[in-house]
Nanobody, 115 residues
Framework: QVQLVESGRGLVQPGGSLRLSCVAS????????MGWYRQAPGKQREFVAR???????NYADSVKGRFTISRDNAKNTVYLQMNSLKPEDTAVYYC?????????WGQGTQVTVSS
């Protein structure tokens, strides 16, 4: 069992930056593939970024070059650095931990990009 707690919610102007954090507890963090997803009002949850145990990453096309996912296994934490934010990045952002066929989710944190 894994518990995930996100932080870093906020309101930011277009072009601004924000960093989200997700702390995991309850299991061996380093073996999990960690991800960020987001859900905008009226839309389905969508993939944003993933980092596997080796440190390899992949991103949705919509955030490539603007967002960076990283992990600190010593702190059981995964981060999402978001730069050059756009209004369309407004959503609830969810942290996920994946191992074999099981995925755990955090409660979500709101990011609003607006002037």
């Amino acid at each position: 069992q894994v518990q995930l707690v996100e932080s870093g919610r906020g309101l930011v102007q277009p072009g601004g930056s924000l960093r989200l954090s997700c702390v995991a507890s309850g299991s061996v963090f380093s073996r999990y593939a960690m991800g960020w997803y987001r859900q905008a009002p009226g839309k389905q949850r969508e993939f944003v970024a993933r980092i596997i145990s080796s440190g390899s990453t992949n991103y949705a096309d919509s955030v490539k070059g603007r967002f960076t996912i990283s992990r600190d296994n010593a702190k059981n934490t995964v981060y999402l650095q978001m730069n050059s934010l756009k209004p369309e990045d407004t959503a609830v952002y969810y942290c996920s931990a994946m191992w074999l066929t099981t995925t755990y989710w955090g409660q979500g944190t709101q990011v609003t990009v607006s002037s």
